[in-house]
């Protein structure tokens, strides 16, 4: 068979140079028009802080500072942005990191600074909204069920540990668990579906 | 028979606790929709609570910042306004012949605002099909004006990355002219200002993609596929579904371009799960079709050539269908499918004479050539080439001259008997070698 490799890619061009100029172009119909940054700040805003001071450990007046950047850059990506929630939680992440970056030069990062935050896996977005609203149902549990959680699920205790902990029967502290859980669930159901 | 109990939360979350293995012997959770949906909800609601973050105090003030609320509304508003301002004065400046746009744009120095360049930028994009080197000095305009914009007007970092803006633009419309060493340069500018701001990853990852074109042109496959996988990672953290297509989409031909068929073709199969344009999903089967041909799956590349083919017929693409057929064409001459493979190839001469592709009438004689030597028909090659000779002639084709040369040779070789599937071979790689390539035209 004859080789015309060099000619095919150049006839496949059609469909190479169009999904890449898709990703490079800039329609003028940027989000710029389209998007009322106020509106959207407002909406992500609790999301956004959440993601800089809880996972990136990042003061809040600091935090307020990134948001802004994050939103500027927002306003001048120059092309559609498909998913607003992913694509701003995803550039917190960055500009949370650059902030340690730069912080990094004059005081030691955080220990853990390596662990933070995967924004290479796809449903970051999700996941923190998902804590956000997790931490927000905390709130409003009883403490003794707040603890039983605490000491199971986040210090990874036993049923065994837990009843010690809280002076009672290992049936017992496997029921509260069981509760608690079932619980801290209804009350985010409760909160999503308020959000919808 | 009676349907089966759905477990209750409870016995879900009991069963959460006893661990995977248990899970994994449960013959209900595996087959039932519903539990197994609960379960995976509860599953998310225990990972999270083993999140530091869920647990930490620290507050947070639920009330926006006005101050931030205020810088962004006017932001926003100045940017309108500055964008509306250069509309008028793109007009005025394109309107005048190319050669006098710089010196219009010097001319005017309150044209140097972020908006003119973003206008510039938008016809940079439009510019690009039609007129190439109008686009690239359209971006050599809006890099001089995002250059010198003022950091104290716009803040540092909307100067920097609309610098990054402009040059990734203009490597890229370097890199469409075939000036590709200007284009390495230019997306470096660009990645540099990106890397200077600090908050451009998503605009360095456009730029990646930009690189990695350039790479797959300089045959730089190494660094091109690494630009580009660090663009998928971004474009995927950052939900941007149809930018990811595109750059896996270019992932593949680079790969194809190494010669790593197979490795293309895997991610042309996840592609092909996703939604796509009629128009893009055709190419896509097109490129299948080319990996399959390559890797002597000349079945699989058949089907795909195939569908392509029916696609492109019911989107109207005639020229398309045409360069596919022919494709389709030479795997069935690779199959021995010779009958097939003349029937097609001659249709396809046919359509290219038609649409006046004088480069693609040359060629797709010489693959005629080959299935009537490989049927020992040679004395019909004789009446093949005074048929694509006739035509250049009656166009008044000039540009095709070596082209016809090719030919004429092959016209000759086939009269004395001197004819075989080598001499057809040779004679193919001229013509093919005579193309013009398309992305070096405008180059110099």
Redesign the interface.
Known sequence: MLDQNTLEVISTANSAEEPAKAAVSTPAEAPVVEVDIGVLYVDYRMLLLSVACRKFRIPECEAENLIQEVFLSYLQAGTKIENAKAWLVAAMCNASRHYWRAQGRTEPLPDDYGERCDPSSNGVADREAQKLTVHQALEYLQPRCRQTLYLHYFEGRSAGDVAREMETTNRYAEKLIHNCLKRIREIYLSITAVKR | MMAEPHYD??AL??LL?AGDESLSRDPHIATCTPCSKTLA??R???D?????????T?????D??PN??A???R??TE??AE?AAAEPWLRELLAQPREAWAATLHAHPEWRTAGMV??L??A???A?ETMPPDAVEITALAVDIAEALPPARY?E??AL??RG?AW??RA?ALY?TGAYNEAVTAVERSRKSFAEC??????DA??A??L??IGSCRETYGEALGAVHF?D???????????L???R??EA?IL??A?RFRDALTIYHDLERERLSD??RA??W??IA?CYR?IGDFEAAGRYFAQAIQLCTKLGMLT?IA?TRW?FG?VL??QGRHVEALVVLRQVRDEFTEANMANDVA?VT??IA?VLVLTGRTGEVVDECHRALGYFTAAGLTTTEPAMSAISLLREAAAVGRIDAFV??DI??KV?NS?P???RIYAD
């Open positions: 939360e409870e979350i009991a606790e909800s509860v998310e609601i225990a999270c609570l083993k999140s530091p973050d869920v647990w930490d620290t507050e947070i003030s639920p926006p910042n931030v609320l810088f962004l509304d932001t926003q940017m309108r964008d973003r206008k930028i938008a940079t994009d439009r690009i803040g970092s909307t990355r609309l803006h990734r633009e890229y469409f600090g908050y451009s990853e998503f605009d456009r730029a993609v930009v990695a074109l663009a990672d971004v474009f995927g953290s950052y939900g941007a579904r149809l930018k297509v595109a750059s989409r270019t031909i194809y371009l010669r128009e893009d190419a896509l097109q490129n080319l390559e398309y360069k494709h030479r001459l690779a060629e010489t693959d080959h057809v071979a193919r790689s093919a193309r390539q398309l992305s």
